[in-house]
């Protein structure tokens, strides 16, 4: 399973960005699709996760300004960011959590990530 994020850029405070992460290979269902990010210096970071019922969470900096959603018709799971922060600054990654793989008698979970994308907020 392969996961391509793309979305990143630099953008004032106050802006906005787009993440998507397309998910790609052979699987049978993505159960838990998340974001996470890495600040310099810090450690990785859950931003937002949604369920395959749509269940989502987010970590309490981000409430009301992020908005994750996930489209499995295209295996896709985006993050919607408004009223950017510099603390937002980071790199993001795109992660899919108890995916189902292998075959019909011999199914199990597994986790991926993407290669991660750069989001910078600076005037």
């Known amino acids: 399973v392969q996961l391509q994020a793309s979305g990143g850029g630099l953008v004032q405070p106050g802006g906005s960005l787009r993440l998507s992460c397309q998910a790609s290979?052979?699987?049978?269902?993505?159960?838990?699709m998340a974001w996470f990010r890495q600040a310099p210096g810090k450690e990785r970071e859950l931003v937002a996760r949604?369920?395959?019922?749509?269940?989502?969470n987010y970590t309490y900096s981000v409430k009301g300004r992020f908005t994750i959603s996930r489209d499995d018709a295209k295996n896709a799971v985006f993050l919607q960011m408004n009223s950017l922060k510099p603390e937002d600054t980071a790199v993001y990654y795109c992660n899919a959590d108890r995916v189902v793989i292998g075959t019909p008698t011999n199914l199990r979970e597994a986790s991926f990530w993407g290669q991660g994308t750069q989001v910078t907020v600076s005037s």
């Open positions: 290979g052979s699987f049978y269902l993505i159960n838990v």
């Open positions: 949604i369920t395959s019922r749509g269940n989502a």
